[in-house]
């Protein structure tokens, strides 16, 4: 017990990239110090003063010298960087901080973002996670942060994981009243395939995640449509009929559920090679995801052109940014891609904002997009 809370201490000293958490290094760990050596004389019968303090010295640490956004920013990237660090300091006890560091992440929000509009973007977006990576390490920060996941099925986590597994994480969620959105695999799979045993693990594939989106209460499950014409181009209409076929079988299981389903764009050319998709599967409720990375880095079409075309089957966003030669998942706004003009497009074709998810590879690009968002999404939150 005294170990654990010797690396909490450590953690709130120590904030991303090993710079230390703080204004000068003065009173607040001197307080923190002597609070610990208190704790270390005790059992853990005192564990709620110390986790008080460890939530006065981060908003401390966040408040010296800056305004209100910068203390959310501060509090915030701390927030996302901790527990990872956490994991890797103390593998051991990682498992039963989760707890703690969950009752922390709530009590800075509340503390930091009272009032401020970030808190509900969190709330209405989703952000992409593998199942893998969510289930080790970034629970409890989707968890305390209010992020709703949008969970990425792979062939690996449908191997690697028990069914008990997807219940504990799906349970976790639904107590804490988060969304789940799902992201079937893609990876080898074609939809259409000419090739029976293909087609045969594509169409068993999808059906997984049909049960595990059961299991989650997903409100959407999002598929990559899969055609590409330099591949498929000179078998079209063979593929197209696959195609509906997978596609149709899995919308009229999901309607029974209302679950809705989702077909995104990925190395299509033009919008156009989907609309005759679009058309069959309108019955069945199936609705557009654009993707726009998958746009600016594999399209010859326009993002105007896409909304123009797409437009009435559009449902979902998948937002990140690229320098329009590879899907490289940047933050919004660090690459070519124009998305204050999508949005206005968005905000003058459709009634209702379409449903955000964002992409980020990697951590520091979460924010960033956030921020972006607040700036410059068009319709009120």
């Not at 690396?7 to 000293?13: A, E, F, T």
């Not at 079988?249 to 995104?264: H, V, Y």
């Amino acid at each position: 017990m005294v170990f654990r809370f010797y690396c909490l201490q450590h953690l709130l000293r120590i904030g991303p990239r090993g710079r230390r958490v703080g204004h000068d290094g003065g009173d607040d760990e001197s307080e923190l110090d002597a609070a610990s050596d208190k704790k270390n004389e005790h059992s853990g019968e005192e564990e709620e003063p110390f986790f008080h303090l460890m939530v006065e010295y981060l908003a401390k640490a966040g408040n010296h010298k800056r305004g209100t956004q910068g203390r959310e920013n501060s509090l915030l990237h701390f927030l996302m960087h901790s527990s990872r660090l956490f994991e890797y300091s103390c593998r051991d006890c990682y498992d039963e901080a989760n707890v703690h560091f969950r009752l922390i992440y709530k009590k800075v929000m509340s503390l930091s973002m009272k009032g401020i509009a970030m808190r509900e973007i969190l709330s209405k977006i989703y952000v992409n996670v593998p199942f893998a990576m969510l289930s080790r390490t970034y629970l409890a920060r989707f968890i305390g942060m209010r992020m709703n996941p949008e969970i990425g099925i792979d062939a690996a986590a449908l191997l690697q994981y028990r069914i008990e597994d997807y219940h504990r994480v799906a349970g976790e969620l639904h107590e804490e009243g988060l969304h789940v959105n799902l992201h079937a695999p893609f990876m080898d799979l074609s939809p259409g395939s000419p090739d029976p045993s293909v087609l045969a693990l594509t169409r068993e594939r999808f059906d997984r995640v049909r049960v595990l989106a059961a299991i989650f209460g997903a409100k959407r499950v999002i598929f990559h449509a899969g055609y590409d014409r330099r591949r498929y181009g000179f078998m079209r209409q063979s593929w197209v009929e696959k195609a509906l076929e997978t596609w149709s079988t899995l919308a009229r299981a999901f309607r029974k559920t209302g679950t809705i389903m989702l077909l995104e764009n990925v190395y299509e050319h033009s919008p156009e090679d989907l609309v005759e998709l679009f058309k069959a599967l309108q019955n069945e409720g199936v609705g557009f995801c654009l993707d726009t990375g998958h746009q600016a880095a594999f399209s010859g079409a326009s993002l105007d052109r896409w909304v123009h075309v797409l437009g009435p089957y559009l449902r979902q966003l998948h937002l990140h940014d690229n320098r329009g030669e590879e899907d490289e998942h940047l933050a919004l706004g660090e690459g070519n891609i124009d998305f204050e003009s999508l949005l206005k497009t968005l905000k003058a074709t459709i009634a209702n904002p379409p449903v955000l998810t964002l992409e980020p590879h990697k951590e520091n690009d979460l924010w960033p997009s956030i921020e972006y968002l607040e700036r410059n999404w068009p319709w009120e939150w």
